[in-house]
């Protein structure tokens, strides 16, 4: 038996815990804690506690403890990943495996701007043209200068997760339309100066064109018997298209050979004129991998736990195209 927690993760690492079980050979038992107490996660885990609220080092503390109290064997790391990263070999002290990369990597990654640095001066990615402003001065500067190239443009701050800042600008927001539907992440030039305008300074925020195309999602792993890497063509319905596109694999693999990421990842483009663009690269496990690794047979998370132990799992993937989607299923709490 294996015996692995996940700290805070998303409601959808309900179904990556739930194909992680899956694995006879593992015999995981999986030990969950969250900041929600009712949330669904629980009810594929085999133990459940309240997340410890604290943070930096104290929570790295926290978590060395907890992993002592259970006696855990692999550590799945979501909250605070750029902290446990950086004191990993704590962890490996007390005997326990930790599923994060490196801190170096993991640091760059999490800075938008500087993961796009890095990839321009290496080459054989798609770029898209960017300017990082820090003012509101420096920002209408930059608008100015992309607008001459672009017709939209959109903005979000450099350290984000999940697109919580991302905002496309407009020109005019149709308020009554708004009222029959869902209102999307739109902003006039107008409205989001004026909000830049009431502080002085605030962190990196990044502009650049708002390309429409689909999003493409590539779950990755790199392992002893080649790439795992399973790209997932997103729609503005809940179905996704696993399109195994010559152009997004080669440039996957080309991100894949330079950052050196051992742990399950992401690695996000967007298409524009027929060609994948570089949006982000995210150090862990997406929300959709288990759709990923339904539609082809594939367990990654038992593989990439495999790996950490030291061991070599076997798998084999075909490339034929699929359509996969998901429900909502009811699950009572308590």
């Known amino acids: ?31 969950a804690s969250n900041k929600q107490r009712d949330s669904v996660i629980q009810k594929v885990c085999d133990e459940w506690y309240d997340e410890p609220l604290t943070e ?19 550590f799945v790391p979501r909250n605070q990943m750029v902290e446990i990263s950086k004191n ?23 800075n938008k701007a500087e993961t796009y640095d890095y990839f321009k001066k290496i080459g054989g990615i798609n ?18 200068s992309l607008q001459k190239n672009h017709d939209k443009l959109c903005v979000k701050f450099v350290n984000d997760e999940g697109a919580k800042s991302f905002r496309r600008i407009v020109e005019e ?20 100066l004026r909000a830049l305008k009431t502080v002085d300074s ?56 330079h950052v050196q990421l051992e742990c399950p990842c992401n690695v996000q483009f967007r298409m524009e ?24 047979e594939i367990n990654i998370p038992a593989i990439a736990i495999h790996k950490l132990l030291g061991r070599d799992m076997a798998w084999s993937m075909d490339i034929t195209p699929r359509v996969v989607s998901h429900i909502e299923i009811p699950k009572v709490i308590r």
């Open 88 to 110: 990993k070999a704590l962890f490996y002290e007390i005997g326990v495996k930790v599923l994060v990369d490196e801190y170096d990597i993991i640091d760059l990654l999490n």
């Open 56 to 74: 930096g080092e104290e929570y790295v503390r926290d978590c060395i403890a907890f992993c002592k109290e259970h006696s855990v064997d692999v």
């Open 202 to 257: 605030f962190d990196e925020l990044m502009i650049m064109p708002y390309m429409p195309g689909p999003e493409i999602s590539v779950d990755c792993l790199k392992t002893a018997s080649g790439l795992i890497a399973v790209p997932r063509i997103k729609s503005e319905s809940r179905h996704e298209n696993i399109v195994f596109d010559e152009e997004i694999l080669r440039q996957t693999q080309v991100v894949m050979e």
């Open 173 to 192: 927001i149709d308020i009554f339309a708004g009222l029959k539907n869902y209102r999307r992440m739109d902003v006039t030039y107008e409205e989001y």
């Open 127 to 144: 770029i898209p043209e960017y300017e990082v402003v820090t003012d509101a001065a420096m920002f209408e500067k930059a608008y100015k």
């Open 273 to 296: 004129n027929g060609m994948p663009y570089l949006l982000e690269i995210n150090t862990r496990m997406s929300g959709g991998l288990q759709m990923s690794c339904l539609a082809k």
């Open 1 to 31: 038996m294996t015996r692995i927690w996940f700290n805070h993760w998303f409601s959808t690492s309900y179904g990556l815990i739930e194909i992680l079980k899956s694995d006879s050979e593992l015999d995981a038992y999986v030990i």
